[in-house]
């Protein structure tokens, strides 16, 4: 094979990755805390920039045509007013984008879904690159609401629990206490209080034990049944723990009905025992939950679905400092500065206007999907994917990801994270689909009550669980059986064996 120079034509689509694509991406997904920041970065850093009101962000900045709705803005005018080089779909799939390259620019695959495009704006203000990137908006240590939700999906018996559970989760203190009321908790979740009490005790079985108490009594108890030493003595010292701090030790003992030996390993147990065991997490609230998103239920049966006015951001466009450098006497340098820091502008309204926007739309079809939960209550909670919400919007599902991330929606039942609505579930007969959860449910039931001579294998649950309307393989009975910690028929065979059946 002869070695030369040579000219090849090949045809490729790519997608130029500028600074300003990127900024966008993280605006996107961005909390509020972050957008506040990045906002106070742009005004810094750009004098055409200033913080006005919600009457005056309506107002047609300098240099944009009238006879345009802002809604109707297209990435071509975007950016002809911003002087960018080129333009990019911001509702891309962002792992089809070849990251080694260093030019720039990035390959994307031909099907990639473009539903709102938006244009660069050459130079445009920095403030994006001192926060931290997608992959990094999670904390860097987990917290006690992420440490108990990984494991309430194991322990949760039909995924209404679960879905209580979880929500109590989130209403515990930095130390692990619920102090919040049962009823109240009850009350906005439209359940009744025996699902709320089996709810709580979910929370209690998971690690670190105490957790999900409701004074220390109570979460002394609960490390002390869990170490077997909770006999009728230790239950009376826990119920009087007030004597223990007053020091009147004689009468706390003639209560507990024991000598002294017995009283000092009670009082070696109990210190023994972590008084706070949610202060070994990261801390929770280490900022105030403001949601994005406001629901509230209209005379006519439907939603009345906003933003949060709080939380929006407000910019113009500072006409008059516009005009004052750029009137007659100007040099090209400032010119062109002005230019500049006018396409920044524009560019970072634009997004953000955006940004609310796809929020907002966003938030209507969860709401649209999850209608029975916000009408009666988590009883109706229906299997979400992210895909089903792209589709209906006509977005793509890492787009959904991203407005979905540390965005809040307020309603009467309390305040959640949108993410909160999403919960995988499976096909059944009647069409609306089966929670994952609610199947472990049902498939540990389903062991729990099997004949100890008559081991169920996991063809005969998928097999059971089909005549129930459920279309499971055999794998994926499997699959889910071990996720909720049970053995195999043989293993479980064994151990009833053992145990004398």
């Known amino acids: 094979m002869a070695l030369g120079p040579r000219l090849d034509l090949r045809q490729s689509q790519q997608l130029v990755m500028t600074p300003q694509l990127q900024q966008a991406i993280k605006l996107l997904a961005a909390s509020n805390l972050e957008i506040e920041m990045f906002i106070g970065d742009a005004l810094e850093s750009n004098p055409l920039l200033e913080a006005g009101s919600v009457a005056a962000d309506n107002e047609t900045p300098p240099g944009e045509p009238d006879d345009i709705p802002r809604e109707e803005f297209t990435a071509d005018q975007l950016m002809e007013q911003a002087q960018g080089e080129s333009e990019a779909p911001l509702d891309i799939d962002v792992s089809a984008i070849d990251r080694d390259r260093d030019t720039g620019e990035a390959s994307i695959g031909a099907g990639g879904p473009s539903e709102a495009e938006w244009g660069s704006a050459g130079g445009a203000?920095?403030?994006?690159?001192?926060?931290?990137?997608?992959?990094?908006?999670?904390?860097?240590?987990?917290?006690?609401?992420?440490?108990?939700?990984?494991?309430?999906?194991?322990?949760?018996?039909?995924?209404?629990?679960?879905?209580?559970?979880?929500?109590?989760?989130?209403?515990?203190?930095?130390?692990?206490?619920?102090?919040?009321?049962?009823?109240?908790?009850?009350?906005?979740?439209?359940?009744?209080?025996?699902?709320?009490?089996?709810?709580?005790?979910?929370?209690?079985?998971?690690?670190?034990?105490?957790?999900?108490?409701?004074?220390?009594?109570?979460?002394?108890?609960?490390?002390?049944k869990d170490a077997d030493r909770y006999d009728p003595a230790m239950a009376t010292m826990l119920a009087n723990l007030e004597l223990l701090g007053k020091g009147d030790v004689p009468r706390l003992k003639r209560l507990c009905k024991v000598d002294d030996e017995d009283f000092a390993d009670m009082l070696r147990e109990l210190r023994e025992y972590d008084p706070k065991p949610g202060l070994a997490f990261a801390s929770s609230t280490s900022e105030a939950v403001v949601p994005d998103v406001l629901l509230g239920a209209k005379d006519d049966g439907g939603w009345d679905i906003a933003l949060n006015q709080d939380t929006l951001p407000r910019l113009i466009v500072n006409r008059d400092y516009y005009i004052e450098l750029g009137g007659e006497g100007a040099d090209e340098e400032t010119q062109g500065w002005l230019k500049e820091k006018l396409a920044d502008a524009h560019w970072l309204i634009r997004a953000l206007d955006q940004r609310q926007r796809t929020i907002l739309k966003t938030a209507a079809e969860i709401v649209k999907q999850q209608d029975g939960f916000f009408r009666r209550g988590v009883s109706e909670l229906r299997p979400l994917t992210l895909r089903e919400v792209a589709e209906q919007i006509d977005m793509h599902e890492s787009t959904v990801s991203r407005v979905t991330s540390n965005k809040y929606l307020h309603c009467d039942r309390g305040t959640f994270e949108l993410k909160y609505f999403f919960t995988s579930g499976v096909a059944s007969s009647d069409g609306e689909g089966a929670s994952s959860e609610a199947i472990k449910a049902r498939i540990k039931a389903l062991i729990d009550a099997e004949d100890p001579k008559k081991v169920l294998s996991d063809q005969k649950l998928a097999d059971l669980l089909n005549e129930e309307g459920f279309g499971l393989a055999r794998r994926t009975v499997a699959k889910y059986r071990e996720a909720i910690g049970i053995g195999s028929s043989a293993e479980r065979r064994r151990a009833k064996k053992l145990a004398g059946f």
């Open 125 to 224: 203000s920095g403030g994006m690159d001192d926060l931290p990137g997608i992959e990094a908006t999670k904390a860097a240590e987990l917290t006690l609401a992420e440490h108990l939700d990984a494991q309430i999906g194991g322990i949760a018996t039909n995924p209404h629990e679960e879905f209580v559970a979880r929500h109590i989760a989130g209403l515990l203190d930095d130390a692990g206490y619920l102090t919040a009321s049962l009823r109240d908790v009850a009350y906005d979740l439209g359940v009744d209080m025996d699902c709320t009490e089996d709810a709580l005790e979910v929370v209690q079985m998971c690690d670190p034990t105490g957790i999900g108490a409701r004074d220390l009594g109570e979460c002394l108890a609960l490390q002390a």
